[in-house]
Nanobody
Framework: QVQLEESGGGLVQAGDSLRLSCASS????????MGWFRRAPGKDREFVAG????????NYADSVQGRFTISRDNAKNAVYLQMNSLKPEDTAVYYC?????????????????WGRGTQVTVSS
């Protein structure tokens, strides 16, 4: 069974940076696209960033393009989200997700496994 565990969240000020990590166990990690989603208070969960199995293709939500970077290390079964120039509107619970597909995916329904989430709070 696949398990995902996020880490790295916290409370920061606007303009600061954070790096989220997600450790995956279970099925062969390198065969799966990975993604990051977030849910802000009172809102639906939304796509943030996705990365293909090889790491050579990525996709970002418009709201984070140019500020966030997704990457992966298949040798460590890990995916990361580097978040720079954080804004108060980035405050949310961030979820790591793993797909059964190999190419980049942006839809929730394409992801079969989810972590429990890590809280990111950005103060103004």
């Amino acid at each position: 069974q696949v398990q995902l565990e996020e880490s790295g969240g916290g409370l920061v000020q606007a303009g600061d940076s954070l790096r989220l990590s997600c450790a995956s166990s279970g099925r062969t990690f390198s065969n799966s696209a990975m993604g990051w989603f977030r849910r802000a208070p009172g809102k639906d969960r939304e796509f943030v960033a996705g990365i293909a199995w090889s790491g050579d293709s990525t996709n970002y939500a418009d709201s984070v393009q140019g500020r966030f970077t997704i990457s992966r290390d298949n040798a460590k079964n890990a995916v990361y989200l580097q978040m720079n120039s954080l804004k108060p509107e980035d405050t949310a619970v961030y979820y790591c997700a793993r797909a059964t597909y190999m190419g980049v995916r942006i839809r929730e329904r394409d992801y079969n496994w989810w972590g429990r989430g890590t809280q990111v709070t950005v103060s103004s």
